[in-house]
């Protein structure tokens, strides 16, 4: 006769029993992100009466509060701080087990949240990645546009595509296109203004500013490669769109900085004109993403695809210049 071991004690559990779904972990870190269930529930397709009902079983299982709630905001308790941060490293755990194991099968699967700024967003980043589907159809890919900064950590996002050399130090930065920014105006503005032959003559000019990512606003720091230089500017006009400041310049209302492959073909026409043309901007094309972000097989597969792509199709750039 064989004798049954059974195990007594308060304390003990059956495997699993007990234990959060990865699901439940993820509610919670988007909850987390967004300090709500409203645009939590959004962004995973999900009603807010069923993220609520998730993130209550997770505090069940977890015997502990995770959320200060209040009318207007959710905010983290001590507890669920500690928690978050398990469970992002959880998440990015089984994350990593079910890329390799598809890498594994010679396919990518999983999700890839990619931002990018409105304009080249629109007008190139929106084509890479369209080729990029049809090579990897298992993806869900989300494009999110924006002209504002962004961190990648608290919005979730994988990949950011900036243009612009200001990076942050605490990102990865893998260059993808070389790019300039350059002063444009139309022959009709500079016809009817003053003469423009120095940066100091920009404070009697009508400067378009762009208003994003950031920026110092009302300056233009400029460099002839060997120079730097900090334009203070005077301008009754500004806009956080880029494509408003294209806009304005191409009907005469002033002088715009705008990146080589955006006004390229308005200068091939001459419907703008490159004014000062020793200074520009550098604004290099980057991938921006974290060190966490760098060990998935899918961002590293994406990141290579958009190096070899905008090696192929280059950018429209002034020749011999960059």
Not at 32 to 37: K, Q, V
Not at 59 to 84: C, D, H, S, W
Not at 248 to 269: F, M, N, Q, T
Request: neutral net charge; proline residues 3%.
């Amino acid at each position: 006769m064989v004798m049954k071991i059974l195990l007594a004690g308060k304390s003990y559990q059956k495997p699993l029993q007990g234990w959060p779904s990865v699901e439940d972990l993820y509610v919670f870190i988007s909850v987390a992100r967004y300090e709500g269930f409203g645009r939590a529930a959004i962004e995973l397709g999900q009603s807010p009466s069923y993220i609520s009902k998730r993130i209550a079983i997770l505090e069940k299982q977890l015997e502990t509060r995770l959320f200060f709630r209040t009318n207007r905001v959710m905010r983290l308790t001590p507890e669920g701080e500690k928690a978050l941060e398990g469970a992002l490293h959880v998440v990015h755990e089984m994350d990593s087990f079910l890329n390799n194991f598809q890498q594994w099968r010679g396919e990518l699967t999983g999700d890839l949240t990619v931002a990018c700024s409105f304009g080249f967003g629109q007008d190139y980043l929106s084509d890479a990645i369209a080729e990029f589907m049809t090579r990897h159809p298992s993806l869900n890919i989300k494009l999110m546009l924006s002209d504002r900064d962004i961190d990648l950590l608290q919005s979730g996002t994988d990949v950011d595509i900036r243009v612009g050399d200001d990076v942050n130090n605490a990102y990865i930065a893998r260059k993808l296109a070389a790019n300039r920014r350059i002063l444009c105006a139309t022959a009709d503005y500079l016809a009817r203004s003053r003469p423009l032959e120095t940066l100091d003559d920009l404070i009697d000019h009508s400067c378009l500013i762009i208003n994003e990512n950031n920026n110092t606003f009302g300056h233009w720091t400029l460099t002839d490669g060997e120079n730097k230089i900090v334009c203070r500017l005077n301008s009754h006009y500004s806009s956080n769109s880029g494509k408003v400041i294209l806009n304005w310049a191409l009907k005469s209302h002033g002088i715009a900085l705008r990146s080589v492959w955006d006004v390229a073909p308005y200068l091939s026409e001459n419907q703008l004109l490159h004014v000062l043309p020793q200074w520009y901007q550098e604004a290099n094309v980057w991938a921006v993403y974290t060190q966490r972000a760098s060990e998935s097989p899918r961002i590293k597969v994406f990141i290579d695809f958009l190096v070899d792509y905008f090696a192929e199709k280059s950018l429209p750039m002034m020749k011999g210049k960059l």
